[in-house]
């Protein structure tokens, strides 16, 4: 697998160029060169049980030859420590539990394995790397805990202040050492764009080894298409039939890792993009017009984006045409009203508790198959997938449903420990300064 940038298509750099890299100098996004083929695996993979099995196989054939097959399957045992899980809910809806892992978030998947790439990489060529991150919740805390003690890494993670929860913010702000926090005073869009800014600097890319772990980074975009696989090779729970797919989504690298997938090879009907207001691509995929606009708050926050980057490689898997992107994406928005009440319904007709992201999907999935019977079609099956653990919204569940979810202890273990955080405004001078004084 190569990777290349929409801007200078020509220049095609290698899967650890493009890791270390982040953004390209030219300040686009990376994104696959050619079109891996799992085919020739997915007999196989539909076999295996396990997800870190899947794993395994599935890494080995997407990253070959630019990583020899036996190094892909040890990043992948090494990474994948947790699984998803695969929960039906009705005859037409599964959920797709990606909130497993050590902070309880689908992030968790890309996060691990990145960590786990970037180390083993720094140690063969004895150097080190400053990973710039921008989060509008669950990003920050994946990342952080992820590479929390790596060798030769440095992490800064941006986050907006006042706009994360409680407990989002406890866990990339607590735990010190190599993972240092940044309260910027602004919205996700601004700590999004000072990443960008700081990636095009001069001085900074002369004086430092800057690279990210948001999705920017196809590093970490690309173990996010292992949880589809897994899901879409569940033969037995999916009753030999390929499903829609509904993902919550704010960035859209999430919906971008599952388009992956789907053009590599997996057996997908389509896919729903489910946004709260923030619904620029639900307007783009209707409409034709891509027009960002400021990010409104939300009860599902980590969704509150207004310019999603991952748009560029989204609309590249179709070359850039409109048509192909609105037949295979259905777009639907769902405001908070009725994300509370969506949450309210789940639990009192399938006892399940729901963070107001996986709402927001659920409430998606449900229009979508409504839809679709009322003009006498099949709407088939729907995986929803589920992106964070009900307790990280403890108080929106609460609000919903009448009932506090249980908090698993790798969570609450950190509420205890005292907020390392610096404050900072929403300009490229104060970043480049703590960033120049703390490791230039």
């Given at each position: 697998?190569?990777?290349a940038?929409?801007?200078?298509p020509?220049?095609?750099?290698s899967?650890?160029e493009?890791?270390?890299?982040?953004?390209?100098?030219d300040?686009?996004?990376?994104?696959?060169?050619g079109?891996?083929?799992?085919?020739?695996?997915?007999?196989?993979?539909?076999?295996?049980?396990?997800?870190?099995?899947?794993?395994?196989?599935?890494?080995?054939?997407?990253?070959?030859?630019?990583?020899p097959?036996?190094?892909?399957?040890?990043?992948?045992?090494?990474?994948?420590f947790?699984?998803?899980v695969?929960?039906?809910?009705?005859e037409?809806?599964?959920?797709?539990?990606?909130?497993?892992?050590?902070?309880?978030?689908?992030?968790?998947?890309?996060?691990?394995?990145?960590?786990?790439?970037?180390?083993?990489?720094?140690?063969?060529?004895?150097?080190?790397?400053?990973?710039?991150?921008?989060?509008?919740?669950?990003?920050?805390?994946?990342?952080?805990?992820?590479?929390?003690?790596?060798?030769?890494?440095?992490?800064?993670?941006?986050?907006?202040?006042?706009?994360?929860?409680?407990?989002?913010?406890?866990?990339?702000?607590?735990?010190?050492g190599?993972?240092?926090?940044?309260?910027?005073?602004?919205?996700?869009?601004?700590?999004?764009r000072?990443?960008?800014?700081?990636?095009?600097?001069?001085?900074?890319?002369?004086?430092?080894?800057?690279?990210?772990?948001?999705?920017?980074?196809?590093?970490?975009?690309?173990p996010?298409?292992?949880?589809?696989?897994?899901?879409?090779?569940?033969?037995?729970?999916?009753?030999?039939?390929?499903?829609?797919?509904?993902?919550?989504s704010?960035?859209?690298g999430?919906?971008?890792?599952?388009?992956?997938?789907?053009?590599?090879?997996?057996?997908?009907?389509?896919?729903?993009?489910?946004?709260?207001?923030?619904?620029?691509?639900?307007?783009?995929?209707?409409?034709?017009?891509?027009?960002?606009?400021?990010?409104?708050?939300?009860?599902?926050?980590?969704?509150?984006?207004?310019?999603?980057?991952?748009?560029?490689?989204?609309?590249?898997?179709?070359?850039?045409?409109?048509?192909?992107?609105?037949?295979?994406?259905?777009?639907?928005?769902?405001?908070?009203?009725?994300?509370?009440?969506?949450?309210?319904?789940?639990?009192?007709?399938?006892?399940?508790?729901?963070?107001?992201?996986?709402?927001?999907?659920?409430?998606?999935?449900r229009?979508?198959?409504?839809?679709v019977?009322?003009v006498?079609?099949?709407?088939?099956?729907?995986?929803?997938?589920?992106?964070?653990?009900?307790?990280?919204?403890?108080?929106?569940?609460?609000?919903?449903?009448?009932?506090?979810?249980?908090?698993?202890?790798?969570?609450a273990?950190c509420?205890?420990?005292?907020?390392?955080?610096?404050?900072?405004?929403?300009?490229?001078?104060?970043?480049?300064?703590?960033?120049?004084?703390?490791?230039?």
């Amino acid at each position: 697998m190569r990777f290349a940038s929409r801007r200078h298509p020509a220049r095609v750099v290698s899967f650890e160029e493009a890791v270390f890299t982040g953004l390209a100098e030219d300040g686009g996004l990376y994104h696959p060169v050619g079109h891996p083929d799992l085919a020739p695996v997915l007999p196989r993979l539909q076999a295996r049980e396990a997800f870190p099995e899947v794993a395994e196989e599935a890494c080995a054939q997407l990253l070959a030859p630019d990583v020899p097959p036996e190094r892909s399957r040890d990043l992948a045992r090494r990474a994948f420590f947790f699984s998803p899980v695969l929960r039906r809910l009705d005859e037409r809806i599964l959920l797709l539990e990606l909130f497993h892992g050590p902070t309880c978030a689908f992030k968790d998947f890309g996060a691990q394995f990145l960590a786990a790439a970037m180390e083993t990489l720094l140690s063969e060529a004895d150097r080190r790397v400053q990973v710039l991150v921008a989060t509008s919740g669950d990003t920050g805390s994946a990342v952080a805990r992820a590479f929390h003690g790596r060798s030769n890494i440095d992490v800064v993670i941006l986050y907006p202040s006042g706009r994360v929860s409680t407990l989002q913010e406890q866990q990339l702000t607590t735990l010190g050492g190599n993972v240092h926090a940044l309260e910027v005073r602004g919205s996700f869009d601004d700590c999004q764009r000072l990443v960008k800014e700081a990636f095009q600097d001069p001085t900074l890319r002369r004086r430092l080894r800057l690279t990210s772990a948001n999705s920017i980074n196809v590093g970490r975009l690309l173990p996010q298409c292992l949880y589809y696989v897994f899901a879409g090779t569940r033969r037995g729970e999916l009753r030999d039939e390929a499903p829609e797919i509904c993902v919550p989504s704010g960035n859209f690298g999430n919906l971008t890792a599952g388009v992956y997938a789907w053009r590599w090879g997996l057996p997908v009907r389509g896919f729903i993009a489910a946004t709260n207001v923030n619904d620029v691509v639900p307007v783009y995929l209707r409409s034709g017009r891509f027009d960002p606009r400021p990010s409104q708050r939300t009860l599902s926050n980590a969704m509150d984006v207004g310019n999603p980057s991952n748009f560029e490689r989204l609309t590249e898997v179709f070359k850039g045409e409109w048509e192909g992107v609105a037949a295979m994406i259905e777009g639907r928005s769902v405001n908070d009203e009725r994300t509370l009440a969506t949450m309210r319904d789940a639990h009192a007709a399938y006892r399940v508790l729901l963070d107001p992201h996986t709402a927001v999907g659920y409430a998606a999935a449900r229009d979508h198959i409504e839809a679709v019977t009322r003009v006498g079609g099949n709407p088939g099956q729907v995986i929803v997938l589920s992106t964070a653990h009900p307790s990280k919204f403890s108080e929106i569940v609460e609000r919903a449903t009448g009932v506090v979810p249980e908090m698993p202890d790798r969570l609450a273990q950190c509420l205890s420990i005292p907020k390392q955080s610096r404050p900072t405004g929403p300009s490229l001078g104060e970043l480049s300064e703590f960033l120049l004084e703390t490791f230039g």
